[in-house]
């Protein structure tokens, strides 16, 4: 009997799951006079994702949300389409409508299995929520998967961002994606399918452990778990809980720094300057996050740790006036206050594809000391 047409309790995991389904949409989804929202779960036919479509089902048939759904075929298995088709006609089953299949091609040389067929999956379900109109996309990660992406940043040695696991609200392209399991664990979704009498797809990737997420999933964890004891995937799920809030606050700090540090600088015709006095005066924290978006704001790409320590020294004033090169083709030179004592700004230039030379801005003594 499933949970809709159940006689007696509720399932207290279905019930954990309609909670912070409703909870999720309620913070996240704003909502119009005269017009119901509309959700989409994003849904392979594994177990979680499944789970999810099940407990926000229970959404639509009571009015409070109109309930979709996409399943990306990412071509990559021969039988894919017919996964596809067959997840589609259960979350039809269930009572999601729109319910939308598209298939999406993998490009192989974009960063990786695993980078390359979660690119193709978000570009398919942006087009999705484009033609349906969808206010936002439900995904199935749950506190198993928030664990595994904190031990991976941990063994690449990353950042409080990266640490902090998968935010529980994300914009991407302009679609909102919201993850309101990743305090269930994926025991739990299993138990919502039994619940519902859903009979979940497993997908055979998932066991193979030649992929790094795979790897940390069936041998890194299991054997953390039995050498430092029971709970370790929920303490880390907790500390990504933790670290998460403190990430957008420093992150929030350090736009504001890079603004005013802009702010304070000379406009530069095609380059983005920065104020030396604005930036050495900051704590080193929100200092070299500054610095990184104004790499990025540059037109380069965010830099290694080793490339942003070396422009942290570089903007204290250690070394010849530059360039520093950053990732993404920027230059970064150490320029002079003009008529004053001051530290002068930075200038971060990224040429265009008929200048490869260095700023015409640069001085006699700058030339001779690059």
Request: proline share 7%.
């Amino acid at each position: 009997m499933t949970q809709f047409a159940r006689r007696g309790r509720l399932s207290p995991d279905v019930a954990a799951g309609r909670r912070r389904v409703l909870a999720s949409v309620q913070e996240h989804v704003p909502r119009e006079p005269g017009r119901t929202p509309l959700v989409l779960v994003a849904c392979s036919g594994g177990p979680d994702s499944l789970a999810l479509a099940a407990v926000a089902a229970h959404f639509a048939r009571r009015g409070t949300l109109r309930v979709g759904a996409v399943v990306v075929d990412h071509g990559l298995q021969e039988d894919s389409a017919a996964v596809a088709a067959r997840t589609a006609g259960t979350l039809e089953r269930t009572g999601l409508a729109p319910v939308a299949v598209t298939a999406v091609t993998v490009r192989r040389d974009a960063g990786g299995p695993e980078m390359a067929a979660r690119t193709a999956r978000y570009a398919g379900i942006a087009e999705v929520v484009a033609r349906t109109g969808a206010d936002a996309v439900l995904l199935g990660h749950t506190l198993d998967d928030q664990a595994e992406s904190v031990l991976l940043g941990l063994a690449r040695g990353s950042g409080t961002r990266s640490l902090a696991g998968m935010p529980p609200v994300r914009e991407l392209d302009g679609v909102t994606y919201l993850r309101p399991f990743l305090d269930l664990s994926r025991e739990q979704t299993l138990r919502i399918c039994a619940a519902e009498q859903l009979e979940p797809w497993h997908d055979p990737t998932n066991r193979d452990t030649t992929l790094m997420r795979s790897r940390v999933r069936h041998r890194v964890l299991p054997l953390l778990e039995d050498e430092l004891g029971p709970g370790l995937a929920r303490a880390l799920a907790r500390s990504a809980a933790i670290l998460g809030p403190d990430a957008d606050y420093l992150e929030r700090a350090a736009a504001e720094l890079l603004e005013r540090a802009r702010a304070a600088a000379p406009e530069l015709p095609g380059s983005l300057a920065l104020d030396l006095a604005t930036v050495r005066a900051a704590h080193p924290a929100l200092r070299r996050r500054a610095l990184s978006a104004a790499v990025v704001a540059a037109g380069g790409q965010t830099p290694a740790h080793e490339r942003l320590g070396a422009l942290d020294e570089f903007a204290a004033g250690h070394g010849a006036a530059g360039p520093v090169q950053m990732a993404g083709k920027v230059s970064v030179w150490r320029r002079p206050a003009a008529g004053t004592r001051g530290p002068g700004h930075l200038e971060l230039v990224r040429p265009g594809p008929a200048d490869t030379t260095r700023p015409a801005s640069a001085s006699h003594e700058e030339r001779r000391e690059g």
